[in-house]
């Protein structure tokens, strides 16, 4: 029995509540270290199901997270592939990576927010609440992230900044995608939900100072999710 066959027979038991979490920590953690060398091909889908006692689903999402981190690639018709492992730090959507959002959005979504609290039309209003609503209802992964990222280009638009609808709308694809990888991974999706109401909130009622502060938390809350998946502390 090879080391790869050795390992996959080790069984392993995770909590469902973060199966999928979990899963991506494990592979990330075998990659990084090299056990998972470059150029290796990862254990199939069905394989890495039957060792950690998941559904293939769940296995897909952590997959999906380590491609996204830049650690893995897969190919049509072939399997998923191991690249180099430096690069599972350093996250990028495109031209931005994970730290460059962290840092920037709160100048920009914290103020804007502000502003469409005392800014916003009732059909921005509306439109808000729509939007909460049907995240509260959606089940799937990437739904949910669309209407994410409407909500957040929404708001940008109701604070009647064109700079700050520009910025947000500028970096709206990477924003997406970083939704995609914390939605996919531990309990954000709900959490996220629970933030956008106190948002909309506070944009209701017209309160410049509670709807800054509720963005504030709802980013805050965000660089800590992301800085636990690339194993950074938050600041």
């Known amino acids: 029995m090879n080391d790869l066959e050795d390992w996959l027979s080790d069984s392993a038991i ?14 990330r953690n075998l990659i990084l270290s090299g056990r998972f060398a ?29 491609q996204i981190l830049g650690l893995t690639e897969t ?5 998923t592939y191991v690249l180099a492992a430096g690069g599972g ?17 709160p100048f920009v979504e914290v103020s804007a ?3 469409a609290a ?37 708001i940008a638009e109701a ?4 700079v700050f609808r520009d910025i947000v709308d500028d970096v709206r694809e990477a924003m997406a995608q970083q939704s ?15 933030e956008h109401r106190a948002i909309v909130e506070a944009i209701r009622i017209g309160s410049e100072a509670e709807a800054q502060t509720a963005m504030e938390i709802h980013l805050r809350k965000v660089e800590a999710a992301v800085s636990r998946i690339i194993g950074a502390a938050p600041r």
């Open 38 to 66: 470059a150029g290796s091909k990862l254990p199939s889908e069905a394989k890495l199901a039957t060792k950690y006692g998941v559904s293939r689903p769940i296995v897909r999402e952590a997959l999906r997270s380590l």
């Open 89 to 105: 730090r350093d996250i990028r959507y495109g031209d931005y990576s994970a730290r460059d959002l962290v840092e920037a959005r």
């Open 75 to 79: 190919r049509t018709g072939s399997g």
């Open 113 to 115: 927010a502000g502003w």
């Open 159 to 162: 604070s009647k900044n064109a």
């Open 180 to 194: 995609g990888l914390l939605t996919a991974l531990g309990p954000r999706r709900q959490e996220s939900n629970e």
């Open 118 to 154: 005392l800014r916003r039309s009732d059909d921005e209003l509306s439109r808000l609440l729509l939007l909460c609503d049907r995240m509260e209802r959606e089940e799937d992964t990437e739904a949910w992230v669309r209407l994410d990222s409407d909500f957040h280009g929404l």
């Open 14 to 27: 995770l909590s469902r509540k973060s199966a999928s979490e979990l899963v991506f920590e494990e592979l």
